[in-house]
Antibody, heavy 119, light 109 residues
C-alpha cells in the first residue's frame, strides 16, 4: 500500500537549519509529486511547496522561496525539505504528501515531523 | 494569492444529524478544490477532490459540490469518527500558491 514515512522530531536553535525526509513506497515514484505542508501548534494547514518525482521541477510558496529547498532522491524514493534560518514561528508539524501529476491535491500523507525551534 | 474562506468556524452537531460546511474562494478555482478531514494528532485525510469526487475509501455520507467560487461539503448522519476539523484547499492557480481555508471544526453538541 502507499506509504510516506517521515524522519523523526527535531529541536533546533534560532538561526539554524532543519532537514526532514519523506521515504515513500507502494507507488511509482516518478509519476507523482511530493508536497510539503506545515501546521503550527493549534493552527491551520499551510502549503509550502511541491516537487515533481519525475524531473525535480519545483513550485515554492512565495513566503518560503528564499529559505526553503525541496529535493528528491529517485534511487531511494525519498523526498527532502530543508528550511534555513529558523525562527520561533517555524515551530510546527511538517507533513509530506503525495500529489498526482497535473491535479494538485494531496491524496496520501506522511505522519508528520515536529520541528521545535528554541532561542 | 487566492484566499479561501470557510464558514462557520465551528459547528456543534449531535450524532446522527447532517451538516453542511461552506468554502468560498476569492476568485474562481473552477472545480480544482479538495476537502480534508483532520482529527487530533493525526495527519489530514483526503475526502474529496475535483470538488465532488470522493477519494478512495471515503463513505458515501460525504458529498462535495460547487464550482467557481462557492463550494460545500455535506456530511449526512454524522458518526462519532466524523467529529474533526475540515479544510478546503484550492489547486487551480499553477504555478502560484495553492491555499487552504482556515478550517471548520465539527464538534459534538
Amino acid at each position: 500500500q502507499v506509504q510516506l514515512v517521515q524522519s523523526g522530531a527535531e529541536v533546533k536553535k534560532s538561526g539554524a537549519s532543519v532537514k526532514v525526509s519523506c521515504q515513500t513506497s507502494g507507488y511509482p515514484f516518478d509519476i507523482y509529486g511530493i508536497t510539503w505542508v506545515r501546521q503550527a501548534p493549534g493552527k491551520g494547514l499551510e502549503w509550502m511547496g511541491w516537487i515533481s518525482g519525475y524531473n525535480g521541477n519545483t513550485n515554492y510558496a512565495p513566503k518560503f522561496r528564499n529559505r526553503f529547498t525541496m529535493t528528491t532522491d529517485t534511487s531511494t524514493r525519498t523526498g527532502y525539505m530543508e528550511l534555513k534560518n529558523l525562527g520561533s514561528d517555524d515551530t510546527a508539524v511538517y507533513y509530506c504528501a503525495r500529489t498526482p501529476v497535473a491535479d494538485y491535491y494531496f491524496d496520501h500523507w506522511g505522519q508528520g515531523t515536529l520541528v521545535t525551534v528554541s532561542s | 494569492e487566492i484566499v479561501m474562506t470557510q464558514s462557520p468556524a465551528t459547528l456543534s452537531v449531535s450524532p446522527g444529524e447532517g451538516v453542511t460546511l461552506s468554502c468560498r474562494a476569492s476568485q474562481s478555482v473552477r472545480s480544482n478544490l479538495a476537502w480534508y478531514q483532520q482529527t487530533p494528532g493525526q495527519a489530514p485525510r483526503l475526502l474529496i477532490y475535483g470538488a465532488s469526487t470522493r477519494a478512495t475509501g471515503i463513505p458515501v455520507r460525504f458529498r462535495g459540490s460547487g464550482s467557481g467560487t462557492e463550494f460545500t461539503l455535506t456530511i449526512s448522519s454524522l458518526q462519532s469518527e466524523d467529529f474533526a476539523i475540515y479544510y478546503c484547499q484550492q489547486y487551480d492557480n499553477w504555478p502560484l500558491a495553492w491555499t487552504f481555508g482556515q478550517g471548520t471544526k465539527v464538534e459534538i453538541k
